[in-house]
């Protein structure tokens, strides 16, 4: 409910979210709160993990063992353990993403995800095509978020000093909301 106080205060022309459960339930509080239909869209769900690890704890041993291994392969954007999305798999989910959001007719944008997702967005923004699985690496661990951090991005037109479109970082997941 805080954060869909703090967004209320906002210009939002229209929600996106991921179905994914907190994302939802964050989606509809504050679609309730603005009186916004949500569109949801698997293009901001949350890294699709191998499917041998649903239901498993964080100390599963073969949960650990995974993560040993995908943190061993992190220099190659190709690799998987099994049916999960490798870094290339993200990369291109996230590049649609942001195509999606360049062409929407409405000017202010909600989109409601996940914050490992939402660094890799950042990092195509800042990045684009030559964004690697390095420089996410990097920030997946640098860029701290906190659960129903606003984070505000423009997306701005060619001009004279820089001659293609470009996004631009306002606010980085800011939770003053949160107390």
């Known amino acids: 409910?805080?954060?869909?106080?703090?967004?209320?205060?906002?210009?939002?022309?229209?929600?996106?979210?991921?179905?994914?459960?907190?994302?939802?339930?964050?989606?509809?509080?504050?679609?309730?709160?603005?009186?916004?239909?949500?569109?949801?869209?698997?293009?901001?769900?949350?890294?699709?993990?191998?499917?041998?690890?649903?239901?498993?704890?964080?100390?599963?041993p073969l949960k650990r063992t995974i993560f040993d291994l995908t943190r061993t392969h992190a220099?190659?954007?190709?690799?998987?353990?099994?049916?999960?999305?490798?870094?290339?798999?993200?990369?291109?989910?996230?590049?649609?993403?942001?195509?999606?959001?360049?062409v929407r007719k409405e000017e202010h944008l909600l989109v409601v995800t996940h914050g490992l997702f939402k660094r890799l967005l950042i990092g195509s923004m800042i990045f684009g095509a030559d964004f690697n699985s390095?420089?996410?690496?990097?920030?997946?661990?640098?860029?701290?978020?906190?659960n129903t951090g606003i984070t505000v991005c423009d997306h701005l037109l060619p001009d004279e000093e820089h001659p293609e479109p470009r996004w631009e970082l306002i606010t980085w997941n800011d939770h003053a909301h949160l107390g």
């Open 75 to 102: 220099d190659d954007p190709g690799w998987k353990y099994s049916d999960e999305e490798s870094f290339l798999d993200l990369k291109t989910r996230a590049e649609a993403a942001l195509a999606l959001l360049v």
């Open 134 to 146: 390095l420089q996410y690496k990097m920030f997946r661990s640098f860029f701290y978020t906190s």
């Open 1 to 60: 409910t805080f954060i869909a106080e703090r967004v209320s205060k906002l210009p939002i022309d229209a929600i996106i979210a991921s179905p994914y459960a907190r994302a939802k339930e964050t989606a509809e509080i504050i679609a309730q709160k603005i009186n916004k239909p949500i569109e949801w869209s698997e293009l901001f769900v949350e890294r699709k993990q191998p499917s041998e690890l649903i239901g498993k704890s964080f100390d599963d």
